[in-house]
């Protein structure tokens, strides 16, 4: 019901701008497959697109002056293009870098200009404004579903409207399960890689699918997953209810602790330590990064687990033991068992959640999913679709004693 009401929501409020300004049209439908198709919709040799929020726009063609309201945007622009992703973007924003600094330089070192690109500031903190995004002559402005949110409650997207600027929603943080999909073939259609992006699609229904297949007629009580998010930055213990990883537990066939014990209609929320002791998870995964010029969270009692291109697996281990030291979690039998992992906290807002998904699958049904070698099929992932080499270290379970 949750999911619905936002989605109507958001359409009547697309909607009612519509009317009031007579610039864009709107999807009577809910299906979020992104009508993202040349002549479809449209005029003959327009490009139109449906976007996550069942917005649709049309354009003459391929725009030429992208604002991206997310750097991280780029995990997607890596594959769509590999000889020259950032083509067309005049603008971005500075979370990539902030955020995951270790994608970041393995990106700048393949295309020296991702350094040279204008940022704009926080929709959050208030230091975005039509006016600065109108500096770029952007042909189009592309929002996430938190920066719409944010935008349509300060009363920007009625701006941008009436400035005659374009925008579209795409969305991989909310429901990553249900847009991604929509989200590669919107980026694919905006930067004119429509046949790249089918092919990641065509691949990450593969993945997907074979995990999808193999839990569907799993018997008995689901393995009930407790999702740690960002350890160390945040005191102990957030984690996501029906939304984001909390999302792919569920579709690798587990039951994700957040949506039991999360009170309330939260996307996201913290959950105690004696909570998660008197539940005692089969598995805990902490999620982590490259994070090592972040501070530490003041009420935190652990640091982060160190993952990403430039980490190497047995740093990567030791830091996500020292999560054990989190006053109680030594008593976890998750722990005790080794059935405590740490994964990439990028999987949470990118493309490539579909390696998560499966880690989730492996760990949670290591029987059904013993074929699945996480590192070599990401490995495989960067040779045919990603313009740098693989790296790092993005999975990690405890080992020994």
Not at 55 to 64: G, N, S
Not at 93 to 99: A, F, I, R, T, V
Not at 219 to 228: R, V
């Amino acid at each position: 019901m949750k999911k619905t009401r936002s989605r109507l929501t958001a359409l009547l409020g697309v909607c009612a701008l519509a009317a009031s300004v007579g610039l864009v049209g709107c999807s009577s439908s809910t299906d979020k497959s992104a009508e993202a198709s040349k002549g479809e919709g449209g005029k003959e040799g327009t490009i139109t697109i449906t976007d996550i929020v069942d917005h649709t726009v049309e354009f003459d063609k391929v725009p030429e002056r992208i604002i991206l309201g997310e750097s991280r945007a780029a995990y997607t622009l890596a594959f769509l293009n590999k000889e020259d992703p950032l083509k067309g973007v005049v603008a971005w924003g500075k979370d990539l870098q902030k955020n995951a600094p270790d994608f970041y330089d393995k990106f700048v070192e393949k295309f020296p200009k991702a350094k040279d690109i204008p940022t704009i500031g926080s929709l959050k903190k208030g230091d975005v404004t039509v006016e600065n995004l109108l500096e770029f002559k952007p042909d189009v402005v592309v929002l996430t579903q938190d920066m719409y949110d944010v935008a349509q409650s300060k009363g920007m997207i009625d701006k941008l409207d009436k400035s005659d600027v374009k925008w579209v929603v795409t969305d991989y943080r909310r429901q990553p399960v249900e847009n991604t999909e929509a989200t590669v073939e919107i980026l694919g259609k905006l930067t004119g890689n429509e046949d790249t992006a089918k092919k990641f699609v065509d691949y990450y229904k593969e993945k997907t699918e074979d995990v999808k297949t193999k839990v569907a007629n799993v018997s008995g009580e689901k393995p009930k997953t407790f999702l740690w998010r960002a350890a160390g930055l945040i005191a102990c213990c957030a984690t996501f209810k029906e939304s984001n990883f909390g999302t792919m537990i569920d579709m690798a066939g587990g039951h994700n602790l957040g949506d039991e014990l999360l009170p309330g209609d939260v996307e996201d929320g913290d959950l105690t330590p004696e909570q998660i002791l008197s539940s005692q998870p089969d598995h805990v995964v902490v999620t982590g990064g490259a994070w090592g010029d972040k501070e530490l969270d003041e009420g935190a009692k652990t640091s982060f687990v160190e993952l990403g291109y430039a980490t190497d697996h047995d740093r990567a281990e030791q830091s996500l033991r020292d999560e054990l030291k989190q006053p109680g979690f030594s008593e976890l039998e998750a722990g005790k068992k080794n059935q405590m992992y740490g994964i990439y906290h990028q999987f949470y807002d990118s493309p490539y959640n579909f390696i998560a998904i499966r880690a989730f699958a492996k760990w949670q049904y290591p029987d059904k999913f013993a074929d699945v070698d996480l590192e070599k099929e990401f490995k495989e992932f960067h040779e045919e679709f990603m313009p740098f080499d693989y790296s790092g270290t993005f999975f990690v379970q405890l080992s020994g004693d």
